[in-house]
């Protein structure tokens, strides 16, 4: 699949999810769309958006949100307009994704083992995120975004000693 229709599939999917799912839409599309239009512009805005969205966009307790929350929301817009930049190199060996393959089987057989045994929802806890059966679904969603990002941070932290330093302190620090 080509990167910009790769990129573009990710956006429309935040994009979605945005006008499903988030408490207030018009605002969730405006940031989503913000932020992939500044991770398709500047090379290092992802890794300094990426850590501010997993803990800013936890907001399930004014959404109520069981699956899809804002951070995921906001993780794909960031992911779908870095792919779709031109100067991203997305693409990684088929060896790196193999090595994990194992993972990733073990991983979806325990998700659906998950969410085929738990409960739907716990009778004086209807919102409970981890003992209804949506937390598997919701581990096997954040480890997806993980695949994502993976040939992002690996292309971020490969090159020269510079170049590395660069995007860590971009990453770590917002720089």
């Known amino acids: 699949m080509p990167k910009l229709a790769l990129g573009g599939l990710l956006l429309l999917l935040s994009l979605w999810f945005g006008l ?3 408490i207030q839409p018009i605002l969730m599309l ?4 913000a932020a992939a239009a500044l991770s398709w512009k500047f090379a290092r805005f992802w890794l300094v958006a990426t850590p501010i969205a997993i803990v800013a966009g936890d907001l399930y307790l004014d959404t109520g949100a069981l699956l899809v929350q ?3 929301i906001l993780l794909l817009a960031l992911i779908g307009g870095r792919v779709a930049a031109k100067d991203c190199d997305y693409w990684v060996p088929k060896s790196a994704y193999l090595q994990w ?3 990733f089987a073990l991983l979806l057989v325990a998700g659906v083992q998950g969410f085929v045994s738990l409960p739907v929802a716990l009778p004086v806890d209807e919102l409970s995120t981890y003992a209804s059966h949506h937390n ?3 581990i096997l969603l954040a480890y997806g975004i993980g695949v994502l990002l ?3 941070a690996q292309h971020a932290f490969a ?3 510079e ?3 660069k995007n860590w302190i971009a990453f770590s620090t917002g720089k």
């Open 20 to 22: 499903n799912q988030a």
């Open 30 to 33: 405006g940031t989503a769309v």
């Open 70 to 72: 804002e951070r995921e």
């Open 101 to 103: 393959l194992p993972f």
């Open 136 to 138: 598997p679904i919701r």
């Open 150 to 152: 993976f040939p992002l």
């Open 159 to 161: 090159g020269t000693h």
């Open 163 to 165: 170049t590395r330093g």
